[in-house]
T-cell receptor, first 112, second 112 residues
Framework: GAGVSQSPSNKVTEKGKDVELRCDPISGHTALYWYRQSLGQGLEFLIYFQGNSAPDKSGLPSDRFSAERTGGSVSTLTIQRTQQEDSAVYLC??????????FGSGTRLTVV | GQQLNQSPQSMFIQEGEDVSMNCTSSSIFNTWLWYKQDPGEGPVLLIALYKAGELTSNGRLTAQFGITRKDSFLNISASIPSDVGIYFCAGFGGTSYGKLTFGQGTILTVHP
C-alpha cells in the first residue's frame, strides 16, 4: 500500500486478556519497527525486524510481549495477559533504506 | 542505552513568531531526523540530516546537524496555527544503528 497500515485503530480490552495488533508495512520495505507511546510521552522502542535477520527484541518490556513478522511483510505484536500499564498507543513504522521511517497512525490500546 | 535530550518540553507562542528547539546526545549520531506528530496520528518526517554541519530547509523549517554530531536544532519561521503539534528529534548512531532513538518531544502551541 501507499502507507503503513495498522489495525485496529482502537482496542479496548479487559485486564488479563490477550491482544493482537497488526501492521502492514509499505511494500518493499525491509525494516519494520514497533514503538510504544504513552500519554504525553515520547516513543519507546519495542522491537525491530530487518529482512531475514533475527529481530532486535531489546525493547520489549516483559515476556508478555512478543512479535512476529511473516513473509518479510505483515507483523503482529501480541500482548498476553494485558495489564493496565500496557495502555498506550502502539506505533508501527517501516523503512526501506534504514534512514527515515514512515509511521502508521497507531493502535490506541486501553486496558480496563 | 543512547538518550536524546530535547528542549524545550513545551512552547506557547503567538502566530507569526519564530520557534527554535534542539536536541543533544551523550554520544555521536550519524543521522538526525525531525518529526511532527498531530493528534491521533503517527509522527511524520519533516527533515533528515546525514552529515555533520549540514543545514537543510523545508519551507519555513530549517534544521542543522551539529558539527560535534551530538546535537541538532530545528527552527520554524513565521509560525502559523497549523504548526501546532508535537515535534520529535530522532537519531541513528553508534550501537543503536538500525533503530531510531527519539527525544522526549516538544509540544508547540500557536495562538492566533
Amino acid at each position: 500500500g501507499a502507507g503503513v497500515s495498522q489495525s485496529p485503530s482502537n482496542k479496548v480490552t479487559e485486564k488479563g486478556k490477550d491482544v493482537e495488533l497488526r501492521c502492514d508495512p509499505i511494500s518493499g520495505h525491509t525494516a519494520l519497527y514497533w514503538y510504544r507511546q504513552s500519554l504525553g510521552q515520547g516513543l519507546e522502542f519495542l522491537i525491530y525486524f530487518q529482512g531475514n535477520s533475527a529481530p532486535d527484541k531489546s525493547g520489549l518490556p516483559s515476556d508478555r510481549f512478543s512479535a512476529e513478522r511473516t513473509g518479510g511483510s505483515v507483523s503482529t505484536l501480541t500482548i498476553q495477559r494485558t495489564q493496565q500499564e500496557d495502555s498506550a498507543v502502539y506505533l508501527c513504522a517501516s523503512s526501506g533504506q534504514g534512514r527515515g521511517y514512515t509511521f502508521g497512525s497507531g493502535t490506541r490500546l486501553t486496558v480496563v | 542505552g543512547q538518550q536524546l535530550n530535547q528542549s524545550p518540553q513545551s512552547m506557547f507562542i503567538q502566530e507569526g513568531e519564530d520557534v527554535s528547539m534542539n536536541c543533544t546526545s551523550s554520544s555521536i549520531f550519524n543521522t538526525w531526523l525531525w518529526y511532527k506528530q498531530d493528534p491521533g496520528e503517527g509522527p511524520v518526517l519533516l527533515i533528515a540530516l546525514y552529515k555533520a554541519g549540514e543545514l537543510t530547509s523545508n519551507g519555513r523549517l530549517t534544521a542543522q546537524f551539529g558539527i560535534t554530531r551530538k546535537d541538532s536544532f530545528l527552527n520554524i519561521s513565521a509560525s502559523i496555527p497549523s504548526d501546532v503539534g508535537i515535534y520529535f528529534c530522532a537519531g541513528f548512531g553508534g550501537t543503536s544503528y538500525g533503530k531510531l532513538t527519539f527525544g522526549q518531544g516538544t509540544i508547540l502551541t500557536v495562538h492566533p
